[in-house]
């Protein structure tokens, strides 16, 4: 079945749509997208510059993808761009911006992401699978995101973070620090609170998975000694634990933003 264009739609020519696609009402699409199979985009819908989009995605009413990026003095290049994985949604309003050349030019979201209304995902992001971000999520630029992370509400985060698989972030949160892999920080500007146990349960993670995860936890941040003692002393001592070493790991190698601790 090929593609289902409404007539008030405007498609420009040289664009690819895939099968099944379902273009709504007054939406766009410029002639550098590219629209995987079965997608959906619903009435006022954006697909600008050099973006492309993976199969069975639905862009919900006024959703833009492919903005250039908020960067004063940018101008459009066929090098910036935003690649999106499969079976993602964007609600209401939600945006993601493409990537700055000079920085590798590609925002990317990953597969089964759920952006809610109003959310945001500036240029040269990298955002993994399964991520849910609640309404009017703010994310600046040059953020890594792993697999699994869940926002809050109104939440933010500052330029150059990092933010582990399996994070927990609360709603209102700003944050201005990288979160560890299963970590769960609250408030303004975000500590902190612990381990995302909830999510970890609800992903399957064993009973002796979680313990470990809390032990090593417990031995970089509430152990003797200072804090880089403590972390290559957790190293050596979990040294053949995989998740534990995910988590210190994530902490030896710190990127340009300090590590959100406890209060």
């Not at 090929?2 to 099944?20: F, K, M, N, Y």
């Not at 199969?55 to 101008?75: D, M, Y």
């Not at 003797?224 to 050596?236: I, N, P, T």
Request: glycine share 12%; charged share 20%; with cysteine.
């Amino acid at each position: 079945m090929t593609a289902q264009i409404h007539p008030t739609a405007c498609v420009e020519e040289g664009a690819s749509l895939g099968q099944d696609v379902k273009i709504g009402p007054f939406s766009y699409i410029a002639a550098n997208a590219r629209i995987g199979d079965g997608c959906v985009l619903m009435s006022h819908s954006v697909v600008m510059g050099h973006t492309q989009i993976g199969r069975n995605c639905t862009l919900h009413p006024h959703a833009v993808l492919g903005g250039l990026p908020q960067v004063i003095g940018f101008e459009a290049s066929p090098d910036s761009r935003l690649v999106v994985g499969d079976n993602c949604v964007f609600r209401e309003y939600a945006t993601a911006h493409s990537g700055m050349p000079k920085f590798g030019g590609v925002t990317t979201v990953g597969n089964d992401c759920y952006i809610m209304i109003g959310a945001h995902i500036a240029h040269d992001n990298k955002i993994g699978n399964n991520v849910v971000m609640a309404n009017n999520v703010s994310l600046a630029g040059h953020i890594e995101v792993g697999d699994n992370v869940w926002f809050g509400g109104l939440s933010a985060i500052h330029q150059f973070s990092r933010i582990g698989r399996n994070a927990f972030i609360g709603g209102g949160a700003i944050v201005v620090e990288d979160v560890i892999p299963f970590g769960s920080v609250v408030g303004n500007h975000a500590k902190l609170s612990g381990l995302n146990m909830v999510g970890l349960k609800r992903r399957g993670f064993t009973k002796a998975e979680q313990m470990e995860i809390r032990s090593a936890y417990k031995a970089v941040f509430f152990g003797e000694g200072l804090f880089k003692e403590r972390v290559d002393q957790a190293a050596e001592k979990f040294s053949d634990k995989p998740l534990a070493m995910e988590m210190i790991d994530f902490i030896r190698h710190a990127g340009d933003r300090p590590i959100c601790k406890p209060a």
